[in-house]
């Protein structure tokens, strides 16, 4: 199988629409959105519990196929068609990371932080070096700053801003190209929050990943120079460009306030 060719974008959509949920119960969880990324960018989604945030990560990162799936407009995801993808499947997921909303809570308890971190890998490749596994377990963690010793613990034994931070390392195990995460400040406490913003501006310059993440939190946003985009019935109602004032459809003053820091009184 040829692989299909890295665009210009990281991430290229146009009228996308997508569905949450199996046959008959599928529902309509985000219709008609339309944005781009370069690599090296970033993207912030913003909106209320129930905006279609979720549903959209999931679809751009190709996981949960059977429960959330692309099933309108076009969109191609590091140069994969990710509504049609056929037997690029395996190339889209290689070049994404994702880090899910309840990453670090959904880490396997069976397997150590260390075995969770390359599982990506391993189950591509199940006769990799393990001296080249525990190299790339210890410049994980590194990057997420926890002690080499975290990688023989279990999930149970660490904090949940500790299995966050293991989930992180998770979604970038394989270096890729484009980080989705979904709510990545989920359970860090604010005093280590910049590990998380340094982890992912550090890729972003060394690598040029690009990065979609589901945040409502305005400094967050700011911290990553990302363009925003505020979801509503999954709907966008409101864009904000990096340095530019926002822009909000009429009527859609609560969407607006998602992209001035006042997203609580916007609830």
């Keep these: ?155 149970h034994e660490l904090s949940a801003g500790m299995r966050q931070r293991v989930a992180l390392a998770r979604a970038l195990v394989l270096d890729p190209r484009l980080l989705v995460a979904d709510e990545p400040l989920a359970g860090i406490d604010v005093e280590v929050r910049h590990v998380v913003r340094d982890a992912i501006r550090a890729r972003r310059a060394q690598w040029g990943m690009a990065v979609l993440a589901v945040s409502n939190d305005d400094a967050f946003a700011e911290e990553l120079s990302a363009d925003r985009i505020v979801l509503d019935g999954g709907h966008v109602t409101a864009v904000q460009r990096t340095g530019a004032e926002p822009l909000a459809t009429p009527g859609a003053a609560s969407a607006a306030a998602f992209l001035s820091g006042d997203a609580r009184r916007a609830r």
């Design 1 to 155: 199988m040829a692989l299909p060719d890295l665009t210009d974008l990281a991430l290229d959509l146009d009228d996308v629409s997508v569905t949450r949920g199996r046959g008959g119960q599928a529902v309509r969880a985000v219709d008609g959105v339309s944005w781009r990324v370069p690599y090296g960018g970033a993207l912030v989604v913003s909106g209320a519990t129930g905006a279609g945030k979720s549903a959209l990560a999931a679809a751009i990162a190709g996981r949960e196929t059977r429960v959330t799936r692309i099933v309108g407009g076009a969109a191609r995801v590091c140069g994969v068609n990710a509504r049609r993808p056929g037997r690029s499947r395996s190339v889209w997921t290689y070049r994404v990371g994702y880090l899910a909303q309840d990453g670090g809570p959904a880490l396997d308890r069976d397997l150590t932080v260390g075995e969770s971190i390359v599982e990506p890998i391993v189950e591509r490749d199940a006769h990799v070096d393990r001296r080249r596994l525990e190299q790339r377990v210890s410049r994980l963690l590194d990057e997420v700053r926890l002690p080499l010793g975290a990688a023989a613990r279990y999930p």
